[in-house]
């Protein structure tokens, strides 16, 4: 079955560092999505990208589809510390009729002030 | 603008018992909704998918259910929760299944 591989699982970084967080697939992805969830919430949506090769920004955030269609990364630039929080990667592939959605486990991200 | 309501945001139920959670989507018409679990440190399972009233696709086999008796209502359900359906439960709804999902904030489930 699909394999979805986010890196790295947790991090702290010191405020105002940048960071960056990958996910690798084992099989071609139509679209990917980067969510944040803060403790207690729902995640919540921050980059949508649908084509391969596409660099979108969001703010401080920037996000790249892959050129294989296989993986994806997120940068956060000068961190602060509202970033903290859980990210996660999410892909959508046709299975069936139907476009499935496969989640990373996240990266947790701490931000040290 | 569309907003999801979930309820409760917090839920303690003893063994054996069963369990109603309720999502509901306001601002859209025809919405696909969907319910995800959220294991402590894990990623985020679909458990059920829904693309109208009446329509409910499952994701895996499990002690759960769910119905969608409105255009914008979607209820998850059991009629005997076991200690393993413990957890995070999340809403979500998309405008199609080719569109981003958003979620709502979610329901912890704790199973004594």
Redesign the interface.
Known sequence: GQQ?N?SPQSMFIQEGEDVSMNCTSSSIF??W?W?KQDP??????LI?LYKAGELTSNGRLTAQFGITRKDSFLNISASIPSDVGIY?C?G?ENSGG??K?T????TKLQVIP | SQTIH?WPATLVQPVGSPLSLECTVEGTSNPNLYWYRQAA????Q?LF?SVGIGQI?SEVPQNLSASRPQDRQFILSSKKLLLSDSGFY?C?WSVR??Q???????T?LSIL
Request: charge should be positive; proline fraction near 5%; avoid cysteine.
């Open positions: 979805l986010q139509n679209t999505l969510y207690g919430e729902g995640p919540v949506l949508a996660f999410a959508r139907y476009q959605v989640f990373g486990i996240g | 979930q440190g894990r990623g985020l679909l998918y696709s999340l979500a299944l080719n981003p999902q958003h979620f709502g904030d979610g912890r």
